[in-house]
């Protein structure tokens, strides 16, 4: 299991449809994908759970992942919520 702990940049301003933008980021591995604040643990790949999520800039969030690619996956998460890809 690999846990990462990031600060959202401004998403929306990089990306058209940045929700599902970043389940399609998601759903390219194997692995699990759970994305978690103070309040919510979601998966993400689930568009709806992202969604209730609401990832916004400057909210702090926990990029949890296990799995075969969970390294690849984690970074993948992080390169997309910092704006980094």
Same mark, same amino acid.
């Given at each position: 299991? %690999?846990?990462?702990?990031?600060?959202?940049?401004?998403?929306?301003?990089?990306?058209?449809?940045?929700?599902?933008?970043?389940?399609?980021?998601?759903?390219?591995? %194997?692995?699990?994908?759970?994305?978690?604040?103070?309040?919510?643990r979601v998966?993400?790949?689930?568009?709806?759970?992202?969604?209730?999520?609401?990832?916004?800039?400057?909210? %702090?969030?926990s990029?949890?992942?296990?799995?075969?690619?969970?390294?690849?996956?984690?970074?993948?998460?992080?390169?997309?919520?910092?704006?980094?890809?």
């Amino acid at each position: 299991m %690999s846990k990462q702990e990031v600060q959202i940049e401004d998403i929306a301003d990089r990306y058209e449809n940045p929700i599902a933008e970043l389940v399609r980021v998601a759903c390219q591995f %194997s692995s699990t994908i759970m994305l978690a604040d103070d309040e919510h643990r979601v998966n993400a790949k689930s568009i709806m759970g992202i969604m209730a999520f609401a990832p916004a800039g400057g909210k %702090s969030v926990s990029i949890e992942t296990s799995g075969e690619d969970e390294d690849m996956a984690a970074q993948a998460m992080a390169n997309f919520l910092l704006c980094t890809e």
